[in-house]
């Protein structure tokens, strides 16, 4: 059992270990909250974009674009959002196994990794998946620009044939203590005959275009690519923030526990020294009476 001067040390580390978690609690729940405002505000307005992408491009009659044609290649490439670093709960195991499973059940595809974040590439390096390239954001958070060059470099490997498919894999935000692992497919942005079938119901009426659908989808369509993986980018640093902020508080409380657990311990060590001095001294004391 460790003695009373050990106790002290452990229970000193441990107090400067709470100081460590609670300041860096704090400062995720502060970048939380600005994270938090902006996937909220930029979201909406990328579903909407989609959908509407969707409804008009099902219903306008000849119409095509190279991102919704379907290709025969049996390549395919994933970009996973990951973090930097760690201390964030099992947000990058949790991504690390949801890509994992999704290449083993792919077996017909073969996969080019793209990366933001080093944490889950070093998870993939250990099964020696092809790691292509690792992008990373000027600042903390990203811009939509960076997002556009990135999404310009792989929809060219789309374009040009080298690959059939493009998934975006990521952390989906949604509350302080959840978040969803997800790998979602952005290119081809394919509407089913079932989809285009139950459009058609949903709106039996003849949309006029101005200039021309034609040139209203060609212009939108990129556009609905970026904003699909910028949500992405965005979803997946206010779920980082929120996991990490959960995270350190945990650890916060757990060195409060073990610091009252060792404070007791050492308490009872002291006490049981003092008996035995007491006892020791009125032992002393009656031997020399007798």
Known sequence: MANVKELKVRIGSTKSTLKITSAMKLVSAAKLSKAQARIQG???YSHELDKTVRVASALAEGYTHEY???????????LVISSDKGLCGSYNSSLYKKVKAFIRSETETNFKLFFIGRKVKELLARDNYLQTKTYSYAKADPEFSEANEIVTELADLFKQGEIGKLYVAYNSFVS???????????????????????LIKEFPVDFKYE????????????????????????????????????????????SKEMIRDLTITMNKLRQAAITTELTEIVSGAESLNS
Do not use: G, Y
């Open 211 to 254: 200039p021309s659908a034609e040139a209203i989808l060609d212009s939108l369509i990129p556009e609905v690519l970026n904003t699909t993986v910028f949500t992405s980018m965005l979803d997946a640093i206010a779920a980082e923030h929120a996991t990490r902020m959960t995270a350190m508080d945990n650890a916060t409380t757990n």
């Open 42 to 44: 930029f979201k909406p």
């Open 176 to 198: 302080a203590i959840e978040f969803n692992s997800t790998v979602k497919q952005v290119l081809p942005m394919t509407v089913t005959a079932e989809e285009k079938e139950n």
């Open 68 to 78: 919704l044609k379907e290709s025969s290649s049996k390549n395919a490439a994933i």
